[in-house]
């Protein structure tokens, strides 16, 4: 069993900044690819990044990219999502989710099999 445990969300002004955490649970944390999604009220959940097991591999959506960062730390069993030039439209519930059954699918949120609670990003205008 994994458990995730996200932290980092708040209040932000538009082209403000934060960064979400996920703290893992389980030795075989480096074992599994990771990823980030997002859902606003009303709308489906949505791919935000992902980053292979070893790090090597990483993917972003295309709403994100270049202002979103993904790392991931093996040894401290976490999973890092910079957030930069914040945009009102990034608000939502942030999730971090674990293990896909491969990278060509990272972006499928059924092919997830272990979620955090979330934590929620506010961007005002």
């Known amino acids: 069993q994994v458990q995730l445990v996200e932290s980092g969300g708040g209040l932000v002004q538009a082209g403000g900044s934060l960064r979400l955490s996920c703290a893992t649970s389980?030795?075989?944390?480096?074992?599994?690819?990771m990823g980030w999604f997002r859902q606003a009220p009303g709308k489906e959940r949505e791919f935000v990044a992902a980053?292979?097991?070893?790090?090597?591999?990483?993917s972003y959506a295309d709403s994100v990219k270049g202002r979103f960062t993904i790392s991931r730390d093996n040894a401290k069993n976490t999973v890092h999502l910079q957030m930069n030039s914040l945009k009102p439209e990034d608000t939502a519930v942030y999730y971090c989710?674990?293990?896909?059954?491969?990278?060509?699918?990272?972006?499928?949120?059924?092919?997830?099999?272990?979620w955090g609670q979330g934590t929620q990003v506010t961007v005002s205008s």
């Open positions: 980053i292979s097991w070893s790090g090597s591999r990483i």
């Open positions: 989710a674990a293990d896909t059954t491969s990278w060509a699918t990272r972006q499928a949120v059924e092919e997830y099999h272990y």
């Open positions: 389980g030795r075989t944390f480096r074992t599994y690819n």
